[in-house]
Each structure stands twice: as C-alpha cells, then as structure tokens.
C-alpha cells in the first residue's frame, strides 16, 4: 500500500492547481464602445473597477488641461455621481469633487470642497474646472469638465463616488460599502504604464490576504486532516501518514501566518473601518494553531499513559481550526466583495473535500467491520492508532 501515501499527494496537487488555474481574472473593456452626444472624442478611456463607473478623458500638456468624462449610475434613482481630483492625498479627505444630480429637474454639477468627512461645501474648487455640463440617460449620469492640473503633472489621485439621494440640493450621503470606500487610484495622464485606474496596491495586498488564507487555513488543513484520519488507517501507510499529515499542516501553517500577518496590516491601515469579528477569529485561529505545532513537539510516545488525553486535546483544537478558518474565509469573502465565481470555485472545493472526507470514512468503516475477527469489534475511532494496526487490510 505504499502508493497510497503517492495517491494522496496527488489529490494533495490536483486541488492545489484547481485553485491556482482559478486565480487569473479577466478584465472587460466597455468603455470603448460609450459615445458622446457632442461627438467629441476623449483620447483614452478606463473602466473604473469600481462602482460600475467609466472615465473618459483628454490630457493637453500644452496648457496642463485635463478634459473628462465620468459616467457612472447613481446608486437609486435620484441620487448623485460624483468624481474628484485630490490634490493633497488619496482618498475623500482633501478631494475636489464635481457632484452631479438632478435639481429641479435638471441635471446639474457642482463642485465641492471636501476637507473632511463632516465638511463638504460647496464652492471653487483649489483649480480651475470649466465647460461643467451633467446629463442623464436610461439611469446613467454623466459629468462633463475640463480642469487645470499642475504643469509637467503626470499623475493625479482621483476619486468616484455614487450616492442614493439628494436633498434640499445637497448629496446625501453615500454608503460605506467596501467598493464605495476603494474607488479611488492613480489617474495617468499619458495613459502610460501607472494608470492602475484604482486597482492600487492596497487591492492587491488584499487579495493576497485572501489566496494565502483560502489555501492555508481553507484548503490545506483540512486536507492535513484527511490524511491524518483516513490514511492511517491503512497499516502500510504508517509512518507515512505522519510525515505527510505532518508537513502539509506545517506549510499550511506558514502560509496561513503570512496571511495572518497581511490581514493584520490591512486592520492596522484601515481607517474608520473595522471588522472586528473577522479580526478576532482570525486571531483566535493564530493562537489555535501555534498550539497545535506546540503539540507536536509535546505529543507523548504512543503507549504512555497521556497519550489518550494528548489525542483529545490535539483532535478538538484540530477541528476547531478546521471549523473556525472556514467560517472566516466566508466572513473574508464578504468584507472583500469576491466575485461569485471565487466563493463558488471555494465551495465547490471544500465540497470536494468533504465528499472525499465521506467517501473515506466509508471506506474506513468496511475495512474496520471486515476486521471483526480481530479482538477489536470497535471501528476506527480515531484515537488508537495500535489497534487500527492490527486490523487486516485485505481479505
Ligand atoms: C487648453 O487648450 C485647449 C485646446 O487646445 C483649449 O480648449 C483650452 O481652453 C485651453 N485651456 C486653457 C486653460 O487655456
Ligand atoms: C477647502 O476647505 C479647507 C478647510 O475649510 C480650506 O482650508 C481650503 O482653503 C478650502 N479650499 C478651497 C479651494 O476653498
């Protein structure tokens, strides 16, 4: 039976490259095809990845003029858009805004000085804008306006932003959603290599907060579990068992702290924002799991007497994690908005491993009953490992 532990790896590398295959995403260009009812022609366009919003734009080094194009739907209908250059930093405070909405019946643009989260004026803005102009049709706004940029600029911080309402002629406002709080980024005037276009490196750290975590404490150790459970069971397979259990739940443990410590950061720069239950447990399923490669340096020889109590303590912090990492890469998959195809492509993983889980246990169980006329007429429990040994394998 020495393929098995040969078997095992290779269902080991079948779901690590399933998950790898699945990680490319794919971006679609639509801006391209948007027309403009004055027929003019903006030079470059970018798909906002945010907010569903789309920017179209002209940049006269000439003059150091920006003329652009934003285009987005208000969050209802009666609500507002908004796009804006932040001079002084990233992000809301500081903006610049240009808000469209209807007022009166009439689509209109202000320009807003945002300082603060609570003060939003309007007035001038900290640069000339000219040629403002707002229409809307079928539930897309869009704002038209040239603005004066620094000269010799080559980049600018750019914000966007869509609201539910308007009262008394000022934007309610927007709600606090994950993707309402991210659209912002690096406009590049030349188009060149920098215009992320809002996909900045705080997106990129999050998604990699994400993969590692979805491959450590989601994939890897309950696949570590598996092995552990079923694998020993077969006598040949023993100590393989136990390398393999063990160093798949020692790189799961690696990667899962790398990721641990990503997700850390992330907390620690998140401004206003927190997700404290999400943060907890994942500071729980550190220290569960530290605990856990402490006890493997502490487990007792198989016969000794603590074994039995080592086992009980090992198992229910084991499924603990098991239990606890899974509920917190769904907590994780909502706070990042994952696309569907990502929670679909996870579930159907752990589906994968739990149906294996079942399929095994089965297995387990036959080759247990069939050992009958051993001594031992308990199945596998799990615990003892001596006794599994002694069962016949085949008939
Ligand atoms: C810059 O040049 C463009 C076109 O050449 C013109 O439309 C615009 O008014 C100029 N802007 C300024 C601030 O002079
Ligand atoms: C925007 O508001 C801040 C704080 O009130 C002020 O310091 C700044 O000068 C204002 N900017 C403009 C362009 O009015």
């Given at each position: 039976?020495?393929?098995?532990?040969?078997?095992?790896?290779?269902?080991?590398?079948?779901?690590?490259?399933?998950?790898?295959?699945?990680?490319?995403?794919?971006?679609?260009?639509?801006?391209?095809?948007?027309?403009?009812?004055?027929?003019?022609?903006?030079?470059?366009?970018?798909?906002?990845?945010?907010?569903?919003?789309?920017?179209?734009?002209?940049?006269?080094?000439?003059?150091?003029?920006?003329?652009?194009?934003?285009?987005a739907?208000p969050a209802k209908?009666g609500g507002w858009i908004s796009w804006a250059?932040?001079?002084?930093?990233?992000?809301m405070?500081?903006?610049?805004a240009l808000i469209a909405f209807k007022n009166?019946?009439?689509?209109t643009v202000k320009t807003y000085?945002i300082?603060?989260?609570?003060?939003i004026v309007q007035?001038?803005?900290?640069?000339?804008?000219?040629?403002?102009?707002a229409?809307?049709?079928?539930?897309?706004m869009?704002i038209?306006?040239?603005?004066?940029?620094?000269?010799?600029?080559?980049?600018?911080?750019?914000?966007?932003q869509v609201g539910p309402s308007v009262t008394a002629g000022f934007p309610d406002k927007h709600a606090?959603?994950?993707?309402?709080?991210?659209?912002?980024?690096?406009?590049?005037?030349?188009?060149?290599?920098?215009?992320?276009?809002?996909?900045?490196?705080?997106?990129?750290?999050?998604?990699?907060?994400?993969?590692?975590?979805?491959?450590?404490?989601?994939?890897?150790?309950?696949?570590?579990?598996?092995?552990?459970?079923?694998?020993?069971?077969?006598?040949?397979?023993?100590?393989?068992?136990?390398?393999?259990?063990?160093?798949?739940?020692?790189?799961?443990?690696?990667?899962?702290?790398?990721?641990?410590?990503?997700?850390?950061?992330?907390?620690?720069?998140?401004?206003?924002?927190?997700?404290?239950?999400?943060?907890?447990?994942?500071?729980?399923?550190?220290?569960?799991?530290?605990?856990?490669?402490?006890?493997?340096?502490?487990?007792?020889?198989?016969?000794?007497?603590?074994?039995?109590?080592?086992?009980?303590?090992?198992?229910?912090?084991?499924?603990?994690?098991?239990?606890?990492?899974?509920?917190?890469?769904?907590?994780?998959?909502?706070?990042?908005?994952?696309?569907?195809?990502?929670?679909?492509?996870?579930?159907?993983?752990?589906?994968?491993?739990?149906?294996?889980?079942?399929?095994?246990?089965?297995?387990?169980?036959?080759?247990?009953?069939?050992?009958?006329?051993?001594?031992?007429?308990?199945?596998?429990?799990?615990?003892?490992?001596?006794?599994?040994?002694?069962?016949?394998?085949?008939?």
């Amino acid at each position: 039976m020495a393929p098995l532990a040969f078997r095992s790896s290779l269902v080991f590398f079948f779901f690590l490259s399933l998950w790898v295959s699945l990680i490319p995403g794919t971006i679609s260009l639509t801006c391209t095809s948007q027309k403009f009812t004055n027929n003019q022609l903006y030079s470059k366009c970018l798909d906002l990845p945010l907010l569903n919003s789309y920017l179209h734009y002209t940049y006269d080094s000439s003059n150091s003029s920006l003329s652009v194009v934003f285009i987005a739907t208000p969050a209802k209908s009666g609500g507002w858009i908004s796009w804006a250059i932040n001079p002084t930093g990233e992000g809301m405070v500081g903006a610049q805004a240009l808000i469209a909405f209807k007022n009166d019946g009439v689509m209109t643009v202000k320009t807003y000085n945002i300082s603060s989260y609570s003060s939003i004026v309007q007035s001038k803005l900290s640069f000339d804008v000219w040629d403002t102009k707002a229409e809307e049709s079928d539930g897309l706004m869009r704002i038209f306006a040239k603005v004066k940029v620094p000269a010799k600029a080559e980049s600018l911080n750019q914000v966007w932003q869509v609201g539910p309402s308007v009262t008394a002629g000022f934007p309610d406002k927007h709600a606090f959603g994950q993707a309402n709080l991210q659209s912002k980024g690096t406009l590049s005037l030349n188009g060149g290599q920098i215009s992320s276009g809002g996909v900045d490196s705080r997106t990129k750290r999050k998604n990699i907060h994400g993969v590692l975590n979805a491959v450590s404490w989601g994939i890897l150790l309950p696949l570590g579990v598996i092995i552990a459970r079923y694998v020993k069971t077969f006598p040949s397979a023993d100590p393989a068992w136990f390398y393999l259990h063990a160093s798949c739940q020692v790189s799961a443990y690696a990667i899962g702290v790398a990721g641990w410590a990503t997700g850390l950061k992330l907390g620690s720069e998140s401004k206003g924002v927190q997700y404290s239950s999400h943060r907890n447990i994942g500071i729980a399923l550190f220290s569960l799991a530290t605990l856990q490669i402490f006890a493997l340096f502490l487990r007792p020889k198989k016969e000794h007497k603590f074994r039995f109590y080592w086992n009980i303590y090992h198992h229910s912090i084991g499924y603990s994690v098991i239990v606890l990492g899974i509920v917190n890469i769904f907590k994780g998959f909502d706070i990042l908005h994952v696309a569907h195809k990502w929670k679909t492509a996870y579930i159907i993983v752990i589906a994968a491993l739990g149906g294996i889980a079942i399929l095994l246990e089965a297995i387990t169980w036959i080759i247990t009953l069939r050992g009958k006329s051993n001594k031992s007429t308990k199945p596998y429990d799990g615990y003892n490992i001596g006794q599994s040994r002694q069962q016949p394998l085949t008939t």
